[in-house]
T-cell receptor, first 115, second 117 residues
């Protein structure tokens, strides 16, 4: 069975602080994909990144960066110099190799960035 | 670029009524997924279709049914609605990954917010 754990339920920071959202996953698949989605208060799911299990390179996109470590089954997400517009619920998700590519989501981390 | 279209965006129903949610995938996408997100919860996979055939099934109640039509749009039919069915229902679409091929992105629609009174 596949499982995604986001241990941080809520995080509150002050603008310009850096913040890291943790994600730990479980899967028996040898090939799998990891994702981060952002859900602002308006409700839509905004795709942020996809990572393949065979590509452990870290990635940076502007203020966002992701750290993928297979050895610890973690796929953490860091926002540098946070802004109020970053306030949202962030979901980590996993998709396996076989069958349909359904997504298994973590419970989400609610990030509040205060001015 | 065209996105996934869901209709209606908001729906209010009474208990024991029926509801039909519609999803129009991105052109040339042949796979549709339905997810249910309860208040304060994560999205939960309900069901998926590929080329009009059910490809996977998750925690979908027996009171719900879904299908994909020849134009690839999909409908989620919900009967005997209960208060607990109040949720945000997302549809996502993608192209089917070929065996051994790269994962194909799921693109999510804006969701339909169903409120059962």
């Amino acid at each position: 069975a596949q499982k995604v754990t986001q241990a941080q339920t809520e995080i509150s920071v002050v603008e310009k602080e850096d913040v890291t959202l943790d994600c730990v996953y479980e899967t028996r698949d040898t090939t799998y994909y990891l994702f981060w989605y952002k859900q602002p208060p308006s409700g839509e799911l905004v795709f942020l990144i996809r990572r393949n299990s065979f590509d452990e390179q870290n990635e940076i996109s502007g203020r966002y960066s992701w750290n993928f470590q297979k050895s610890t089954s973690s796929f953490n997400f860091t926002i540098t110099a946070s802004q109020v517009v970053d306030s949202a619920v962030y979901f980590c998700a996993l998709s396996g190799q076989g069958g349909s590519e359904k997504l298994v989501f973590g419970k989400g981390t609610k990030l509040t960035v205060n001015p | 670029a065209a996105g996934v279209i869901q209709s209606p965006r908001h729906l209010i129903k009474e208990k024991r009524e029926t509801a039909t949610l519609k999803c129009y995938p991105i052109p040339r996408h042949d796979t549709v997924y339905w997810y249910q997100q309860g208040p304060g919860q994560d999205p939960q996979f309900l069901i998926s279709f590929y080329e009009k055939m059910q490809s996977d099934k998750g925690s979908i109640p027996d009171r719900f049914s879904a299908q994909q039509f020849s134009d690839y749009h999909s409908e989620l039919n919900m009967s005997s609605l209960e208060l607990g069915d109040s949720a945000l229902y997302f549809c996502a679409s993608s192209t089917r990954r070929l065996a051994g091929g790269q994962y194909n992105e799921q693109f999510f629609g804006p969701g339909t917010r169903l409120t059962v009174l």
